[in-house]
């Protein structure tokens, strides 16, 4: 039996995926902290009642769309930027691997660059469900914003009061932003490293339990070294299910490629 080394989560991805949603995030939060003075500058010497308030809606709605198009434009082509990076960070680390433990004397084909049908599933699910979560962060922001503005102008609140609840509202943002570059770092990487397996013929795993992050799971600990059929997955008796090591949100666990040569026979493990 040979155990190769889990493919784990590349901690640069991440870092480099959240700068680009939160640059995004981050112009999309100047334009309206600008639209926003402007309109304040307009509309503190009238009355709200005297239209005031239904122009600063048209002139929100207005924007909102023009945020809406532009994430939804740029959601697309940063999901496939993603999606492409973690296939070639999981392609390239795991045909390391088994080059390493010279897996192509026994009849593993190495070279092949192309993807699999598995591969593409998994890819295509990586780029749907990111352009989902990014466009996803613009709609709640802006939802947020028009909110506070709107409330702001019919109570009376000043500029600096309102931007206040704006920065409040940014933070959260930002921090949706992290886990979800976090999340989808950690998901992208366990389905491609599943896919890639089972296309190089490799059905088993070995479930590794990590404590990365700030919580854990317990059932998650006690299935740390449980081997199981990576394509079914591994039973968490809490979640009453099967599951894929980073399936669940904030899960760090990841799978440890296990080749068993003899199926029930002496076995050499090799970590």
């Given at each position: ?23 995004l ?24 009642g ?16 023009e ?76 939802t ?13 609140h ?24 976090r999340?989808?770092?950690?998901k ?43 394509n ?8 009453g ?31």
């Amino acid at each position: 039996m040979i155990a190769l080394k889990p493919v784990r989560p590349p901690i640069a991805l991440e870092r480099a995926y959240h700068r680009k949603i939160r640059k995004l995030l981050r112009e999309m939060n100047e334009s309206l902290y600008d639209n926003l003075r402007q309109v304040y500058r307009e509309i503190e010497p009238q009355v709200v009642g005297d239209g005031a308030l239904g122009d600063v809606q048209t002139r929100i709605r207005r924007l909102v769309a023009e945020w809406e198009k532009r994430f939804e434009d740029e959601a697309y082509f940063l999901a496939e930027w993603f999606g492409n990076q973690s296939r070639e960070y999981v392609a390239r680390n795991l045909q390391q691997q088994m080059r390493k433990s010279k897996l192509a004397q026994v009849g593993f084909d190495l070279k092949f660059s192309y993807m699999s049908q598995r591969e593409k599933d998994a890819f295509g699910a990586i780029v749907a469900e990111n352009v989902n979560l990014i466009k996803s962060i613009a709609s709640q922001h802006l939802t947020n914003v028009t909110g506070v503005v709107l409330r702001g102008i019919e109570t009376g609140h000043d500029l600096s009061t309102v931007t206040k609840s704006l920065k409040e509202s940014f933070g959260v943002s930002e921090r949706r932003a992290a886990m979800i570059a976090r999340d989808q770092t950690n998901k992208s990487t366990s389905n491609l490293t599943r896919a890639r397996l089972l296309t190089y013929g490799v059905e088993k795993g070995r479930w590794m339990h990590t404590s990365s992050g700030k919580t854990y799971r317990d059932s998650h600990v006690e299935m740390d070294g449980e081997v199981y059929d990576i394509n079914q997955g591994c039973y968490d008796p809490d979640y009453g299910d099967y599951i894929q090591p980073a399936e669940l949100v904030n899960c760090h666990c990841v799978c440890v490629p296990v080749i068993d040569f003899n199926q029930g026979g002496d076995t050499d493990d090799n970590t």
